[in-house]
């Protein structure tokens, strides 16, 4: 949902998705002479509670002399940034956002005008979609000052179980709903997971099975090799599900998707996506989503690539099933969703999907359009020449790490000259590491002490999220080679849809403001600044602290011109 308003030299526009409401701000010249920044207000509608958001930084003449973790009003300590996101916002939930500028001095701030708008957030549920994400931030002030970055399965108890619900946000809680729809034998659920151990998915799939006789069978990666989850997918289905509900694939390279298809009286209806592996890491620990599609065609398609998976057993006739029945990218491009498979023969896919997020493709809404990708191991090749140019289009990553193995410090080099850009906000996964920084507080690392991906481990792209046509690009594939020419995978293209668009725009800015700070503090370290020594970074006390913001091609004014619906 969303919601623009301009009054008395003010603009406010307000994007609302699930658990996220994203805030953008403008003034005119008059209104920003001596601002010192928004002050916001919160009003749920839904709950009857009123209250000024907080934030920890502050003025130095009025520093209260926080402790780690302490927050200050932004009625005292307004935000000096023309975007905020509120994270702490509930599925549909009605709030008032009061937008405050604040002028005067640090010690004597006044107020002029305000502006207030009323939204209601999403629905988790929706049709066709409803979208999941994990916290994804396990390295977090809010897991610190919760749980005393103590891991879930030390932890005892109520406590224990809170631990696990707040680091899920309803993304196990989703998956255990969409399993448990197979409540009879006029039902199927059909599943490809590549890691597939969480004891409680497995033990819904298994009370689909047996307690409501629906029709079971989930493929799982058996590849042989010393990385893959072969023996750990095993030892888990022999201790809670069954095999006799499973069947192994061995065929390939990784099998690396994540989806269950439903049928009811043998007709497809539905399908659970995305990049969420069954482990404790997947669910709780790195950042992940589950996305439910409630479409018969796309459903269908699912499960008649689900039945290619069971049966095949030649990787070149895989490759030709491909091309036959989900063939390389439609030209031209009419449908608003689509799904995409792997492997497949050459790299067509993933050069469409550079196609699309360059705004090459004869659509002119997506001509020049921002752009917002995650990256789990690097940055491919195609994508590297779309962030590399100096164009004023705003484009932001969120990666894992630069690269992986051998391509990882070419990756570092070339992330390094493409940050550099004016229009390009980069993010790397980071946590804190020390106490009493800044008024933070230290954070764990990773949830478990096995690891592969400990921060970002979704898979998605946004082009121009914001616009009345947006593309979003979701599901398990990396946007590697691999992922689409050698690994089994699955990807769905929506476009058009604002809802959608909305939800992972909050999720993804959620994620990015997150880890940006996180990684200004590691380089600061490696530089050789201790943390424990450095002083809190006040607010300025007068209002030049707008002046990136308003400066033409700087990331700061595209971002304002942007989020404020310029």
Known sequence: MRKRRTRSGITVNAIAGTHVVLLGFDLDTEARKDCLGFAIQRKDHSEGEEYWLKGMKTFEATDPGLGPGGQVSSQDHPFQSFQWGDYTAKPDHKYTYTIVPRYGTPIHLTDKNKVSLTITTEKEYGKPHSVFFNRGAAASQEYARRFQNISPDELYGKQKESAYRWLSRGLLEALIEFIGRANSDRYGLYGAVYEFQWAEALKAIKAAAEDKH?????????????????????????????????????????????????????????VWTGSTNLTENGIYGHSNCGHIIE???????????????????????????????NPNPPDPWKDNLRAVFSPRKGLEVLKWYSQIAAGDLPLPSLKTRPLFMTFAFGMHDFFKKIYEQDDHVLRFALMEKEGNGAGLAQGIKDIKRIRNLPNVVVAVGNNIVANSFDRWLKERQQLTTEANVRFIHTKFMLVDPLSEQPVVVTGSANFSEASTNANNENMVVIRNDTRVADIYLGEFLRLHRHYAFREALVDAQKKGINPTNWRPKYLKPDEHWQDNYYEAGLQNSLRRCYFAGN
């Open 214 to 270: 629906a029709e079971v069978c989930v493929i799982y990666d058996a590849i042989p090799g010393a990385t893959n989850p072969v023996n750990k997918n095993e030892d888990a289905i022999a201790r809670v599900l069954g095999s006799q509900y499973c069947k192994p694939r061995t065929l390939g390279k990784i099998m690396h998707n994540k989806f269950f298809v439903l049928t009811k009286d043998g007709i497809p209806i539905a």
């Open 295 to 325: 479409d018969p065609d796309i459903a269908k398609a699912y499960l008649d690539y689900w039945t290619e998976l069971k049966d095949c057993t030649d990787r070149k006739d895989e490759k030709n099933w491909m091309a036959q029945y």
